[in-house]
């Protein structure tokens, strides 16, 4: 079971940018597929972005795709989401995830979550 512990979250204007950064608290981190997801209200918790355990192969969601950019550094046990050109549509909570397996592209690959850090744009 590996503890992930979100920052960065919070307002920004349209067009603006965040880095969100996630830590983990296993040191086997770098075996692990992490990813992003994010839920706004009364929706479903969607995914976002994710990398392999060795980081060579990311994914993304279309809408985010060419705008956000994920990131890991297994020897500091942390992923990151540079989110740029953020949209109106963008806000919600955005959680970090990991688990022991290829990759991640739905929240039923997840096996660790964290608690989740609010993303907010304004117009």
């Known amino acids: 079971q590996v503890h992930l512990v979100e920052s960065g979250g919070g307002l920004v204007q349209a067009g603006g940018s965040l880095r969100l950064s996630c830590a983990a608290s296993?040191?086997?981190?770098?075996?692990?597929?992490v990813g992003w997801f994010r839920q706004a209200p009364g929706k479903e918790r969607e995914f976002v972005a994710s990398?392999?355990?060795?980081?060579?192969?990311?994914y993304y969601t279309d809408s985010v795709k060419s705008r956000f950019t994920i990131s890991r550094d297994n020897a500091k046990n942390t992923v990151d989401l540079q989110m740029n050109s953020l949209k109106t549509e963008d806000p919600a909570v955005y959680y970090c995830?990991?688990?022991?397996?290829?990759?991640?592209?739905?929240?039923?690959?997840?096996?660790?979550w964290g608690q989740g850090t609010q993303v907010t744009v304004s117009s």
């Open positions: 995830a990991a688990a022991l397996t290829a990759a991640i592209r739905k929240t039923s690959d997840v096996r660790n």
């Open positions: 296993e040191r086997t981190f770098g075996s692990y597929a």
């Open positions: 990398s392999t355990w060795t980081g060579r192969s990311t």
